[in-house]
């Protein structure tokens, strides 16, 4: 259902032509009323609901990102092993930890971000940079700071969340699995002299190709078809899933949502690259430092202190009611 | 006059994906019984496998038999947006009948399921390219997934994998469907 209750901060719609106005008949010259060849973008014109390239996309995408990134893995392990590979060989990925993460951000720079980018072009007659939210204004910059200082703030709850999700059963084949990933992670987390490098490949990369995925692409098709609240929970849900992390679907699909909303409060993608960076950043940070704190973060199996989790409650609350009276100043 | 937007297509994706489940099942079972009687080869290319190719080859034709019914509806004016989203819910109904129908039948025949697990067991030894390790792996895997063939997850699985599978298949099916069958709507006033 679109909001129409809030004043959508600064609707990009109004200082662009990427309208969701229908076109008039009338005006079907070779150049529209905006200057542009066509009045709306291939997708409307060919009668394509907005919200179903948005979420083939994401499927699609998810799987080119995993069949591309699986297959270099595989490839680069047979090519270097002098022993036949097997599924679960924990030594021989770790050993070569660092080109499987190099091959998995070529993916993701590949598919999530260049090829959605490509894609914008279907569905918008503007410039894909604003119809992404590639945009700034005097109140992008307060509401980056707010959000460093909000996911910071965050964290515990997160953690919380993570340990209710681990409380629902899962199948061991898939718990299997996720501890290799997690295995993974953490090798590469707390290996020497590679703060740098897991910052970039855990922190950076996803922060910029999934927003641009999420945040930009399949939030704004899906605002144009259900309305802002509806795009904001079903993006955040997909973004909960893409991660193929059940143990940890519902603090992944909050944080999914929580940027969603600061995207379209702050009419910028900015806050929602930021916001992710320092999410996923501080954790390869903090596992630098802390390994084994970090491990109990991802793993979730012992709950954080109760004050510490009421006080990040607080202060979450705090903070999103602040983003919301700044934004709506503006 | 009914708008483009007006004109419902759930009967058209319904019928569709109520054929095209049941036919997609019906290959999956005489690949898996051919399986099940067939001595083990050991090949990768076993009936099981060539009944699923089949069967998804063959399930991409679900789209095009629903694009086929809107038209049967409503008439040929349609865009190919409207039959990609054809294409689209004639996969889910697909996915959805051809799982509940697979979920009904080793209540039907109640070893179909042992069977099948022997025979795929069997036909992972009798592999001579596989390494042990991988043998050991997979047998495991086969072993796991059957001893949990009517759990929520297994289920879960089964309807997710088939719903993409499919869903996919026939939004680009539906979309040439309503392309070459379909004739273009004039802009309506």
């Known amino acids: 259902m679109p909001d129409s209750s809030t004043p959508n901060p600064g609707n990009p719609d109004e200082n662009h032509p990427e309208s969701d106005s229908p076109e008039s008949p009338s005006q079907t010259p070779q150049h529209g009323a905006t200057g542009f060849l066509h009045e709306r973008s291939w997708t409307e014109r060919n009668g394509f609901p907005h919200w179903l390239p948005a979420i083939v996309w994401v499927v699609v995408a998810f799987l080119l990102f995993q069949i591309a990134g699986n297959t270099f893995a595989v490839v680069y392990l047979m090519a270097v092993s002098e022993e036949p590979v097997t599924a679960l060989d924990m030594s021989l990925l770790t ?19 260049v090829a959605t980018w490509l894609l914008t072009g279907l569905s918008t007659t503007g410039k894909r940079s604003q119809f992404l939210r590639f945009r700034s204004d005097e109140r992008t910059l307060p509401v980056i700071g707010q959000t460093v200082i909000l996911v910071v703030v965050m964290q515990p709850t997160i953690w919380m969340l993570g340990w209710l999700n681990m409380q629902i059963p899962m199948p061991e084949s898939y718990m299997a699995m996720e501890e290799v990933q997690i295995e993974m992670i953490k090798s590469f987390l707390t290996s020497d002299h590679v703060i740098l490098m897991a910052l970039i490949h855990v922190g950076l990369v996803p922060s910029i190709c999934e927003e641009i995925l999420f945040r930009g692409y399949v939030q704004r098709l899906l605002e144009k078809s259900w309305g802002v609240w509806a795009a904001i929970i079903v993006g955040g849900l997909l973004f909960g899933l893409f991660h193929i992390r059940l143990t940890q679907f519902i603090p992944l699909a909050l944080i999914g949502m929580l940027l969603s909303w600061l995207v379209w409060r702050s009419n910028s993608i900015y806050p929602g690259i930021v916001g992710h960076f320092v999410n996923n950043g501080g954790n390869v940070l903090v596992a630098a430092i802390f390994s084994d704190m970090m491990m109990d973060h991802m793993t979730t199996t012992e709950l954080p202190p109760v004050w510490l989790v009421l006080a990040s409650i607080g202060g979450t609350v705090i903070l999103l009611r602040f983003i919301h009276q700044t934004t709506r100043q503006e | ?61 679900g789209g095009v038999l629903g694009v086929k019914f809107y038209i049967n509806e409503h008439g040929p004016e349609l865009k190919i947006g409207k039959g990609a989203v054809i294409g689209l819910f004639t996969g889910l109904f697909m996915a959805l009948v051809s799982v509940v129908l697979s979920l009904i039948w080793p209540m039907i025949d109640g070893s179909y399921l042992e069977n099948f697990q022997n025979a795929m067991i069997a036909n992972i030894e009798a592999n001579d390219m596989i390494p042990d390790a991988q043998k050991e792996e997979a047998i495991d895997g086969m072993y796991a997934q059957m001893q949990n063939y009517f759990s929520p997850g297994n289920i879960l699985q089964m309807l997710g994998m088939s719903a993409i599978m499919y869903g996919l298949l026939n939004v680009i099916s539906g979309l040439l469907a309503a392309k070459f069958m379909g004739t273009p709507p004039e802009e309506e006033l």
């Open chain 1, 95 to 113: 050993e070569h930890l660092d080109m499987i993460f190099l091959g998995n951000s070529v993916a993701q720079i590949l598919f999530l971000g």
């Open chain 2, 1 to 61: 006059m009914e708008s483009a937007e007006q004109k419902s297509y759930w009967n058209a994706a319904g019928q569709a994906g109520a054929i095209f489940g049941f036919i997609i099942f019906l290959i999956s079972m005489i690949g898996s019984y051919s399986m099940i009687h067939a001595e083990p080869t050991g090949s990768f290319f076993s009936f099981y496998y060539i009944a699923a190719a089949i069967g998804c080859l063959v399930g991409i034709f």
